[in-house]
């Protein structure tokens, strides 16, 4: 089952607003078992690698994690080793924001694209029609990849955000802070 981060007060799942493709998939190993939210079902790809995970939104979303579940105890050769994420407005233009390295992962692996070097802008969070997920590399010279789970986070707004009202930090306040 899927474990929230630590943090995730600020932190809501979005991967439900977007269209799921994948590279390649075994039968019975595609998109609907990475993202069941069990960590016992899998995606497999098939082929030759780069493998790809595309995730399309229908409009510019604000994009600050995306946690992978691999489990190199079970998956052994089958776990990637090398990830590449990547964002544009579709396949046309994507460009790379992160390079992630992982070594014999086992559990929920985090990779925060809110820092500066993954934006635009220093302190801004990602924003993007078109996340890809490249994995580029498995263990052990791997050639098909098991992906047990993808999450990906955007942060949480609150319904006064940009509205510029003033901090509401009395319960009295609070009460009133939103409209039912």
Request: proline share 5%.
């Amino acid at each position: 089952m899927f474990e929230e981060p630590d943090d995730r007060s600020h932190l809501r799942e979005i991967g439900d607003q977007a269209v799921w493709t994948l590279s390649t998939a075994k039968p019975g190993n595609g998109v609907e078992q990475l993202r069941d939210d069990s960590t016992e079902t899998y995606w497999q790809s098939d082929g030759t690698q780069p493998h790809f995970v595309n995730i399309q939104f229908h409009k510019k979303m604000r994009i600050e994690r995306i946690s992978f579940y691999t489990d190199y105890r079970i998956d052994e050769s089958y776990t990637a080793s090398k990830l590449s994420i990547r964002e544009g407005n579709d396949l046309d233009d994507l460009h790379e924001v992160k390079l992630v390295e992982l070594e014999e992962p086992s559990g929920w692996v985090h990779v925060d694209l809110s820092s500066p070097e993954a934006s635009t802008y220093p302190g801004e969070v990602l924003r993007a029609h078109f996340i890809q997920i490249a994995i580029i590399a498995n263990h052990q010279n791997g050639k098909d990849t098991h992906m047990r789970q993808i999450k990906i986070f955007g942060p949480r707004r609150l319904p006064t955000q940009g509205l510029q009202l003033p901090a509401f930090q009395t319960a009295e306040f609070l009460q009133f802070a939103t409209v039912r």
